[in-house]
């Protein structure tokens, strides 16, 4: 069981990173988990150094029927076998176990202190391998600029970073294996067809600031209907008045309009999505299901894969496709992002064999 978490210690980390130890020492010594006796798990807790601070944490629990599990140790280039509970914290960059990067400032130089980036493990696991990547891309600054051109230039700087992981996962530094990319892809709808669309009938009013001329707010009313207001929209307001539209048939509708992924068809393959968007969901504990006005819904969290991946977990045993891919307590507060799962079989023998030396295949015989 993987799980990758982002902004790890919450958004006011300096204060809360200090709870972070103790929550997952409980966690893992929890009656719920008794029967993972193997885990691993790595935490970007050094919010002092702000040229590597990304705030991810990946966690990796291994069931006791599952034998020989291998990780790969990516500075002696091959696998060791996984033993023990092990918690790696603070300095990342030293653990030979994983790639971390946070992605250069100039990707996104208005945003000062971005934590975003990405953290890479690999696994064999009954003799398959497959890299797991935690990866948090960079989010829409302001409402206004998503809206003024589609695609717009945050879907662009995106979409560069994604590349970058890609490329970096399928480098000549290592054999080629499968991989599954899943986090906080910052993924937005098209904001200028979503509002175009929504608003169809309306008329626009633009305000904006005495001094600067600046716009500072977008005003969208019905033409009839004694001009009610149907969209407001600012930097971080999108105040849409019918929110039933991004949950009716889980949002379905606005499927359309979620085009970010498009670029990488050749590349990410992803299940069909059966779930409202994940963002950004009241912080209040008492709205389970209600949106913030803040930004458009949209399906930022997501669990994407490469093509063998893809073959992999679909050809399980006896051709059954045993295959979930859903959000996690849809009416329960779970923060400003609900979170997203994909679970599947893989079928004994599938997959490319991992390549190790003799002596851990004589290991493995012992």
């Not at 790696?88 to 980036?117: A, V």
Request: glycine share 4%.
């Amino acid at each position: 069981m993987a799980l990758h978490c982002q902004e790890f210690g919450g958004k006011n980390y300096e204060a809360s990173m200090s709870h972070v130890d103790k929550f997952v020492k409980e966690l893992l010594s929890s009656d719920a988990m008794k029967e993972y006796n193997r885990a691993r798990v790595y935490l970007d807790e050094n919010y002092k150094s702000q040229e590597h601070f990304t705030a991810l944490g990946s966690f990796y629990f291994l069931h006791e029927s599952l034998k020989n599990i291998y990780q790969f140790d990516f500075k002696a280039k091959k696998y060791k076998k996984v033993t023990g509970k092990e918690i790696y914290s603070d300095t990342l960059e030293s653990t030979p176990m994983l790639e971390k990067e946070k992605f250069p400032q100039e990707y996104f130089p208005e945003c000062k202190w971005s934590r975003k980036g990405f953290l890479r493990t690999r696994w064999c696991i009954s003799d398959c391998s497959f890299d797991l990547v935690n990866i948090h891309l960079f989010h829409d600054a302001s409402n206004l600029i998503a809206w003024e051109t589609s695609p717009s230039v945050y879907s662009g700087i995106r979409h560069k970073a994604l590349g970058y992981v890609l490329d970096r996962i399928i480098d000549q530094r290592f054999e080629k294996v499968s991989y599954f990319v899943f986090g906080d892809f910052n993924f937005r709808l098209d904001s200028r067809s979503v509002v175009e669309t929504l608003c169809t009938k309306a008329t626009m009013q633009t305000i904006r600031a005495a001094d600067t001329n600046e716009v500072v707010k977008l005003i969208f009313r019905e033409s009839d209907n004694d001009r009610k207001v149907m969209l407001q929209l600012e930097k971080k307001l999108f105040d849409y008045f019918n929110q039933e539209v991004f949950q009716d048939n889980n949002g379905t509708a606005l499927l359309e309009f979620d085009k970010e992924l498009s670029v990488f068809k050749d590349k990410l393959y992803e299940l069909d999505i059966s779930f409202p968007p994940s963002y950004p969901y009241s912080e209040d504990s008492s709205q389970g299901k209600q949106y913030m006005n803040t930004r458009c819904p949209a399906w930022c969290d997501r669990i994407l894969m490469s093509p063998s991946a893809k073959e992999l977990i679909l050809r399980s045993e006896n051709d059954e496709k045993i295959v979930t891919y859903d959000n996690i307590g849809p009416n329960v507060c779970m923060g400003d992002h609900k979170p997203v799962f994909l679970s599947f079989r893989i079928a004994p023998g599938a997959g490319r064999r991992c390549q190790r030396s003799e002596k851990i295949f004589r290991e493995t015989a012992l």
